[in-house]
């Protein structure tokens, strides 16, 4: 991340963006406050035995912004540099997300400041059952249901059940998403953020001018999300995988790649880097390489003012959360290239997070076929009202994704109207 970009409070930037839709829906000044703000915030202080046998306090937060739509739902992050202000930020966007995609829910988000890769795996379940203990009263399937989100996995969120269902004296599956499958996980959510995109992507080549099959593919991050996505286009549409990275750098091949093979390489040497028969390009390079397909899968921040005037692809999809500042977005719509915007290319994740609440509590579980089925259907619908409003107000997609999204939430906070 450049310096002064990562120092963006994201926060202001969030509150700016309700701020942007606000104006051009025409909402007046008590409900733009209302979506400015956070509906509760529970902060917490907490001592942690380390192995060492001494103590040490940790923080965490939970943030609630909105559940005017249902319950709240967003993940927990694990990392030194969490902040309130940041949290806050990422439970609007997911509130935004989870309306954009029409699923029943509000959004949140927690983290915990610590620094998870030099803790041990008994100082991480301790934190986490202290935490989730401590947030206990505030989360539960009918209020507030976490997530895996940075640095917390199936693990965590097995250890986050357990501890709330201990407190209850019976099982909760539903407190929690992201568990493992035989906790009451679903089918298919390892791999819903790639998928989901995959499927918006189909969807938008049908109007972007762009044929998935045998169109060129160059993806940036290859993890869960970028891994899947490129997984998924080759396997099931058709198209060449022409450019991949990750952390140490990015390879290039003009007619195209396997990337089940490459999965295969960089699970051997740590690296998609030297994957046989590649060129070496960099990670800069990869986001202006010519591909008629660019998925940004890693970071936020990597298309900017400066590099966005270099973009050759025909559409970005935004698998990774936040990868397009601002003021690139102008430029991206002005070279009239589809962005295929974070709140809805990777809702795909919370959408099955959601089929796997649903499915604890009923207790009857899907089988994969249903999930992907019914993830394609979201996936498509989503789409399909996004440009729909991308169309009508004459607007980039980002901001017809947000003025969708915004405005279910607003109509659901006027129609149950302000208590008491
Ligand atoms: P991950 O840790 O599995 O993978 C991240 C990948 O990015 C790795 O291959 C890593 O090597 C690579 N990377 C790191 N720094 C890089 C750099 N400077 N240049 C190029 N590659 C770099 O993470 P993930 O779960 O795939 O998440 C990736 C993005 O997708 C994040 O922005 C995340 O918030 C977003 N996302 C993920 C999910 C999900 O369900 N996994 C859901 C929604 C959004």
């Known amino acids: 991340m450049a310096g002064t970009e990562s120092q963006i409070n994201p926060f202001e930037t969030a509150k700016q963006q309700v701020d942007i839709v606000a104006d051009l829906i025409g909402l007046d000044g008590g409900l733009r406050d209302v979506l400015k703000h956070p509906k509760r915030e529970l902060t917490v202080n907490f001592p942690v035995r380390m192995d060492d046998g001494t103590y040490r306090v940790y923080t965490g937060h939970r943030v609630q912004y909105n559940m005017a739509r249902g319950p709240c739902k967003g993940g927990i992050r694990y990392h030194p540099q969490v902040t309130l202000d940041e949290v806050r930020a990422l439970a609007a966007w997911m509130t935004w997300k989870c309306a954009v995609v ?29 935490y989730a203990s401590e947030i206990s009263a505030f989360i539960g399937p009918e209020m507030d249901i976490p997530a895996p989100d940075v640095y917390t996995d199936s693990q965590t969120m097995a250890w986050i059940m357990d501890t709330y269902s201990m407190q209850k004296g019976y099982s909760v599956p539903g407190v929690v998403t992201g568990k493992p499958i035989s906790l009451g996980g679903s089918e298919g959510r390892g791999e819903a953020t790639g998928r989901g995109c995959a499927y918006v992507i189909r969807e938008a080549s049908k109007h972007a ?50 990337p089940h093979a490459v999965e295969a390489h960089k699970a051997k040497t740590g690296s ?103 993830l394609e259907r979201v996936m498509v619908r989503s789409y399909d009202a996004v440009h729909k409003v991308a169309t009508e107000r004459h607007v980039h997609n980002r901001t017809a994704a947000y003025v969708l999204a915004i405005q279910r939430v607003v109509d659901a906070v006027k129609l149950r109207g302000i208590y008491p």
């Open 272 to 374: 998609v880097v030297g994957f046989p028969g590649a060129k070496a390009i960099s990670n800069e390079e990869i986001l202006e390489t010519k591909a008629d397909i660019l998925i940004p899968a890693a970071l936020e921040n990597q298309i900017t003012a400066k590099n966005a005037g270099k973009i050759q692809a025909k559409i970005v999809a935004e698998a990774a959360n936040g990868p397009t500042l601002p003021a690139a977005d102008t430029v991206l719509y002005e070279k009239k290239i589809t962005v295929l915007p974070d709140i809805l290319a990777n809702a795909g994740g919370v959408t099955v997070s959601y089929f796997e609440w649903a499915q604890d509590i009923q207790g009857f579980y899907w089988t994969l076929d249903e999930v992907n089925q019914r």
């Open 102 to 130: 029409n699923i029943p829910y509000g959004g949140a988000k927690g983290g915990v400041i610590c620094d998870p890769k030099h803790m041990s795996k008994g100082e991480l379940e301790r934190m986490t059952r202290r």
């Open 209 to 258: 001018g762009v044929h998935v099959k045998n169109g060129t593919v160059a993806v940036q991050g290859f993890g869960n999300a970028g891994s899947v996505a490129a997984n998924i286009l080759y396997d099931e549409q058709g198209a060449k995988i022409v450019a991949i990275s990750d952390s140490k750098g990015g390879i290039y091949r003009a007619d195209g790649m396997n």
